[in-house]
């Protein structure tokens, strides 16, 4: 393949030992929703500010390997220095820019409550342009929801099959794809069931990623975790989520895959640095892959809480961000988080 030695750097670099993804990527309605719960509104100037604070953090680059952006995002400039891009600014902190590429998950027709992603139409344009302008990799979300008799095969195949088509894609173009086959912890179903789920999910997913021709050392997986759905009344402990999940990813996972970056899915900070911890610190000598993070909400909500929108905050949230990057860094090399 064309550009397999560059795949293969980014994707080692994304996952290397105490590092791990920052999910900044969120679309403006789910921006907007982040922002109502902080009372302030999104527009184009807030969504900077935010991000800019994000990325200027102190230190971000000993924790943060890569950022996913917005197409929004991508295009922006610092707010300190309106001739600095954000890819720029990444790029000179040793961070590798990343860009969200899919169009959202909609409506499975034929398949009520089940969705797949949109966004193949125009991918490889839409890739090229991203390249200039700095992204080396890419993040499709996938969404498999568990309920009453879902979700079914179609909907896993279909959404493995687009992660597929995707994938192939950002490869063509020099980006590394992040392939991202989320099964959503909405709902009351058990930590087993969310074991079978994300099973045949990953099955269906390999299956698909080879059929394409993938290279799979030019890629980053980003699963959830087996883990006790929100309204379960029996929420499964830590030690059990490490070793479900572990087992799960090494069931599917084949050995040439650098890294596995988890989403958090609406875990807390504090939940979804423990399971990283503990899963590391268990079975961080057995696994080929590296087990890393790649967290939106679990790395932002304390910093976005802090800010509130206002300018005195600033130095406070970018302290609150770090804390949650700095325990998560030393997360995926088995270590204990540092207390406030
Ligand atoms: P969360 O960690 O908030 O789930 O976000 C990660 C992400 O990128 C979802 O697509």
Known sequence: MEHSNQLRQIAN???????????????????????DSIGIESN??????YRDLLFTSEKIEEYISGVILFDETLRQNTTCNKNISFPELLISKGIIPGIKV????KNLEGFPNEKSTD???????????????????AKWRAVITIGDNIPSNACIHANAHSLARYASKCQ??????????????????TLETCNDVTNKTLKSVFHQLKMYNVMLEGIVLKPNMIISSIDCPVQANIEKVADMTYQCLQENVPKNVPGIAFLSGGQSGDLATSHLHVMNKKYRNNTPWNLTFSYGRALQYDALNVWSGKNENRKMAQESFIFRAKNNSLATFGKAAVLK
Do not use: W
């Open 13 to 35: 670099n994304l996952v290397q030992k105490g590092k791990g993804i920052l999910a900044a990527d969120e679309s403006n309605p789910t921006c907007k929703k982040r922002f």
């Open 44 to 49: 184009f100037n807030t969504r900077n500010e």
């Open 172 to 189: 063509q173009a020099g980006i590394v794809p992040i392939v991202e086959p989320e099964v959503l912890m909405d709902g009351t179903h």
């Open 102 to 105: 899919d169009k959202g998950a």
């Open 119 to 137: 966004g193949l139409d125009g991918l490889d344009e839409r890739l090229g342009e991203y390249y200039t302008l700095g992204a080396r990799f």
